[in-house]
């Protein structure tokens, strides 16, 4: 049911279109669709890290006012002043955690949107084009990347403006100390930066080894049944160990990289608190500056490590931000197998015929036709027949003399559904499952269950349609999977159905069961069945081979005479 299931017009709810030219440009652009948050960030930033920087050169000042004999007004006015920015930074401080939190909100949320659009596009073909553990770490960890670095920016704005603020005060009353912190502190920021280029080296060979074993550990939890039936167990669970190692060791030397950024982090701006404090303190034996100015002058260096600490998680994050947005774009960057033509042509109402000039085959509309073809290449028939997104012969497969590139993709997608052993069920409710989410007539339920048999599946279960389903439905037979899915087929009542082998998990009596009741529902409507089953041969209106010929002594129903 891939068709049904990836159609456009399921997609998350609009938004721009991502510029994925590369990991920056993919950053900016979600900047720029939406700055009020950031810019709200930053503003707070600012104001919750300036009275931080302030507050000791205030205290500074009112030590002289104390040593003065003008008495205890300027004293007590210095001190209310230093109360007054710490109830500024507290009220600074509780906005800046909603800003911040704002501002990764919007970027977790419009990552994981145009994430889950790509998927809905690209559609059936993901699983060609992408390992299903790169999706999975693109929607969990490289998220969570993006969106710290969006939650950073408010404090690191805030730093910034702080240091300056810092270095200007202290120039003010010394220039040479202000001299120092002007060369200092950057030169501290910057001594960090060799380490970035290992760190993302690092992190990018990590994020690949999660990607390896995040598809490994899928493929043995959905295939676990078989790997037990087969022996494979052991040796599988041996090759996911070897990979998980693997992801150890890398995430073991970008741990030891980051290790030693946060070193150099304290390390560096601690240098320059040291080299500042004294040169002040030579200064205040000298008689240059006052107790008041030596204080203030310590304190303004000790907060100079705050900004600095700052700017090295700003970068170490935005490292992994980068890291983690090359991979988005990665994925946003995979091309669907079809594109919406410039001037689709509509197809025909009613019933409509499906036709394949590669092949040969024919399904006239209205009619059951058996299509013959050997198992390995029965697969690929159904992509060829089963409408936009699964193949790559569009131009050769008409619907209602329409060729298929020539095609809106979205109403090829609302009358043709291709239904094969490579669906799967969901996790949810099974009312939920069989109707995709939409409310569906009871009676049509009723109908669609009972014509795949899987009326009893349902009512073995605890709740009846009300039950849930593991994903994948693991809990569930195959043959018991395969009827679910098969009523689901039926129930989306498309004008074209093409089933790949649809019984070929049942008993003979039960396929017999399904192949009456699916005959005398789908009358009236196009339906291709991909099987050798003699059951549903014996159904078909019309039974034809691979090569488009008819089948030996197969009898054409509808025209009443052997074909």
Same mark, same amino acid.
């Given at each position: 049911?891939?068709?049904?299931?990836?159609?456009?017009?399921?997609?998350?709810?609009?938004?721009?279109?991502?510029?994925?030219?590369?990991?920056?440009?993919?950053?900016?652009?979600?900047?720029?669709?939406?700055?009020?948050?950031? $810019?709200? /960030?930053? +503003?707070?930033?600012? =104001?919750?890290? &300036?009275? !931080?920087?302030?507050?000791?050169? %205030?205290? #500074?000042? *009112?030590?002289?006012?104390?040593?003065?004999?003008?008495?205890?007004?300027?004293?007590?006015?210095?001190?209310?002043?230093?109360?007054?920015?710490?109830?500024?930074?507290?009220?600074?401080?509780?906005?800046?955690?909603?800003?911040?939190?704002?501002?990764?909100?919007?970027?977790?949320?419009?990552?994981?949107?145009?994430?889950?659009?790509?998927?809905?596009?690209?559609?059936?073909?993901?699983?060609?084009?992408?390992?299903?553990?790169?999706?999975?770490?693109?929607?969990?960890?490289?998220?969570?990347?993006?969106?710290?670095?969006?939650?950073?920016?408010?404090?690191? $704005?805030? /730093?910034? +403006?702080?240091?300056? =603020?810092?270095? &200007?005060? !202290?120039?003010?009353?010394?220039? %040479?100390? #202000?001299? *120092?912190?002007?060369?200092?502190?950057?030169?501290?920021?910057?001594?960090?930066?060799?380490?970035?280029?290992?760190?993302?080296?690092?992190?990018?060979?990590?994020?690949?080894?999660?990607?390896?074993?995040?598809?490994?550990?899928?493929?043995?939890?959905?295939?676990?049944?078989?790997?037990?039936?087969?022996?494979?167990?052991?040796?599988?669970?041996?090759?996911?160990?070897?990979?998980?190692?693997?992801?150890?060791?890398?995430?073991?030397?970008?741990?030891?990289?980051?290790?030693?950024?946060?070193?150099?982090?304290?390390?560096?701006?601690?240098?320059?608190?040291?080299?500042?404090?004294?040169?002040?303190?030579? =200064?205040?034996?000298?008689?240059?500056?006052?107790?008041?100015?030596?204080?203030?002058?310590?304190?303004?260096?000790?907060?100079?490590?705050?900004?600095?600490?700052?700017?090295?998680?700003?970068?170490?994050?935005?490292?992994?931000?980068?890291?983690?947005?090359?991979?988005?774009?990665?994925?946003?960057?995979?091309?669907?197998?079809?594109?919406?033509?410039?001037?689709?042509?509509?197809?025909?109402?009613?019933?409509?015929?499906?036709?394949?000039?590669?092949?040969?085959?024919?399904?006239?509309?209205?009619?059951?036709?058996?299509?013959?073809?050997?198992?390995?290449?029965?697969?690929?028939?159904?992509?060829?027949?089963?409408?936009?997104?699964?193949?790559?012969?569009?131009?050769?497969?008409?619907?209602?003399?329409?060729?298929?590139?020539?095609?809106?993709?979205?109403?090829?997608?609302?009358?043709?559904?291709?239904?094969?052993?490579?669906?799967?069920?969901?996790?949810?409710?099974?009312?939920?499952?069989?109707?995709?989410?939409?409310?569906?007539?009871?009676?049509?339920?009723?109908?669609?269950?009972?014509?795949?048999?899987?009326?009893?599946?349902?009512?073995?279960?605890?709740?009846?349609?009300?039950?849930?389903?593991?994903?994948?439905?693991?809990?569930?037979?195959?043959?018991?999977?395969?009827?679910?899915?098969?009523?689901?087929?039926?129930?989306?009542?498309?004008?074209?159905?093409?089933?790949?082998?649809?019984?070929?998990?049942?008993?003979?009596?039960?396929?017999?069961?399904?192949?009456?009741?699916?005959?005398?529902?789908?009358?009236?409507?196009?339906?291709?069945?991909?099987?050798?089953?003699?059951?549903?041969?014996?159904?078909?209106?019309?039974?034809?081979?691979?090569?488009?010929?008819?089948?030996?002594?197969?009898?054409?129903?509808?025209?009443?005479?052997?074909?």
């Amino acid at each position: 049911m891939s068709n049904r299931l990836f159609d456009a017009s399921v997609a998350p709810a609009a938004v721009p279109e991502a510029d994925a030219r590369g990991p920056w440009a993919y950053l900016w652009w979600l900047v720029r669709i939406r700055p009020r948050p950031l $810019v709200l /960030a930053a +503003v707070l930033g600012a =104001l919750w890290m &300036v009275p !931080l920087a302030l507050v000791p050169l %205030v205290i #500074g000042r *009112a030590i002289d006012e104390a040593g003065q004999d003008a008495g205890q007004a300027g004293l007590y006015l210095w001190s209310l002043l230093a109360l007054g920015l710490g109830v500024l930074q507290a009220l600074a401080g509780a906005g800046l955690i909603q800003a911040a939190v704002g501002a990764e909100a919007h970027a977790l949320s419009v990552t994981h949107r145009v994430l889950m659009r790509q998927v809905v596009r690209v559609g059936a073909t993901l699983r060609s084009k992408a390992r299903s553990g790169d999706v999975a770490a693109s929607a969990a960890a490289d998220v969570e990347s993006i969106g710290n670095a969006f939650e950073v920016v408010g404090r690191t $704005v805030g /730093a910034v +403006v702080a240091a300056v =603020l810092v270095a &200007v005060a !202290l120039t003010v009353t010394s220039p %040479v100390l #202000g001299l *120092a912190v002007l060369i200092g502190v950057p030169a501290a920021v910057l001594g960090i930066g060799p380490l970035l280029r290992p760190l993302q080296e690092r992190d990018e060979e990590q994020r690949e080894q999660m990607g390896i074993a995040t598809s490994q550990a899928g493929d043995i939890v959905a295939g676990l049944r078989i790997l037990r039936g087969i022996g494979g167990e052991a040796v599988f669970a041996e090759r996911f160990r070897r990979t998980s190692q693997q992801v150890r060791r890398a995430g073991e030397s970008a741990g030891r990289m980051e290790a030693w950024l946060q070193a150099a982090g304290v390390l560096l701006p601690g240098l320059v608190t040291v080299g500042i404090v004294w040169f002040g303190a030579r =200064l205040a034996l000298d008689g240059t500056i006052t107790a008041g100015e030596l204080v203030a002058f310590y304190g303004a260096s000790a907060f100079l490590t705050l900004p600095v600490s700052t700017a090295t998680e700003a970068a170490e994050t935005l490292s992994l931000a980068k890291v983690a947005a090359g991979r988005v774009c990665t994925l946003l960057q995979l091309t669907p197998a079809t594109v919406r033509p410039d001037h689709p042509e509509p197809l025909p109402a009613g019933a409509l015929a499906l036709a394949d000039t590669g092949t040969g085959i024919t399904a006239e509309a209205g009619r059951l036709t058996v299509v013959t073809a050997p198992a390995d290449r029965a697969g690929g028939l159904a992509d060829r027949l089963g409408g936009p997104g699964t193949g790559g012969a569009a131009a050769e497969v008409r619907l209602g003399g329409v060729p298929l590139d020539r095609a809106d993709p979205a109403e090829v997608s609302a009358r043709l559904l291709r239904s094969g052993p490579a669906d799967i069920l969901f996790s949810g409710t099974v009312r939920e499952e069989l109707t995709a989410g939409s409310a569906r007539p009871g009676p049509a339920l009723d109908q669609a269950l009972f014509a795949a048999d899987a009326a009893d599946v349902v009512d073995a279960l605890p709740g009846g349609l009300d039950a849930r389903l593991d994903e994948g439905g693991r809990a569930l037979s195959g043959g018991q999977r395969q009827r679910l899915i098969l009523a689901r087929a039926l129930l989306a009542a498309p004008d074209v159905l093409v089933l790949e082998d649809p019984t070929a998990s049942v008993d003979a009596h039960t396929e017999a069961r399904i192949v009456a009741r699916v005959a005398a529902l789908r009358a009236g409507r196009t339906t291709v069945v991909l099987t050798d089953s003699p059951l549903w041969q014996g159904a078909a209106d019309r039974v034809v081979r691979l090569d488009g010929q008819p089948v030996p002594g197969s009898t054409d129903r509808s025209a009443g005479v052997p074909s």
